[in-house]
């Protein structure tokens, strides 16, 4: 194993390690949270006038650079680096110059949702 891949795998599983940080930190958070206080509100930039019914759709999961990249990482490292070239594809077909750096933001549910095709059979 070459030592940027090895240095690359480092960096995955240090990203790891922060986001899993993150999300016990913010259990810790709602555990011991008082049940009388209420979480606080995202202000809405604009009252919706007629609201729409309820959907039963779940909202459409965001996600981080940071998650993006390792979800990208992860992927591409399957199988000894089967799949290196299919994400490579991908991530060029979201941002022109085919860096996680070029895709935009509001396209990184869509892309995941298309890496976790990769090597799937359906």
């Known amino acids: 194993m070459s030592k940027m891949s090895e240095l690359s795998m480092l960096f995955d599983d240090l ?6 940080l993150t999300e016990t930190a913010q259990r810790l958070k709602d555990f011991y949270s008082s049940p009388d206080e209420k979480p ?3 202000p809405t930039s604009k009252p919706k006038k007629n609201p729409e019914p309820a959907k039963e759709e779940e ?4 996600y981080s650079k940071e998650e993006v990249r390792a979800i990208l990482s992860a ?3 399957e199988e000894d680096g089967k799949f290196k070239a299919e994400v490579k594809a991908i991530v060029k077909k979201y941002g ?3 860096s996680l750096t070029n895709v935009d933001a509001k396209d990184y549910a869509a892309l995941v949702e298309e890496i976790g095709k990769i090597g799937n059979a359906g």
Do not use: L, S
Request: net charge positive; aromatic share 0%.
């Open 96 to 98: 022109n110059g085919g």
């Open 15 to 20: 990203i790891d390690c922060g986001r899993k």
């Open 59 to 62: 909202p459409e999961k965001t």
């Open 40 to 42: 606080a509100e995202k």
């Open 75 to 77: 992927k591409a490292n």
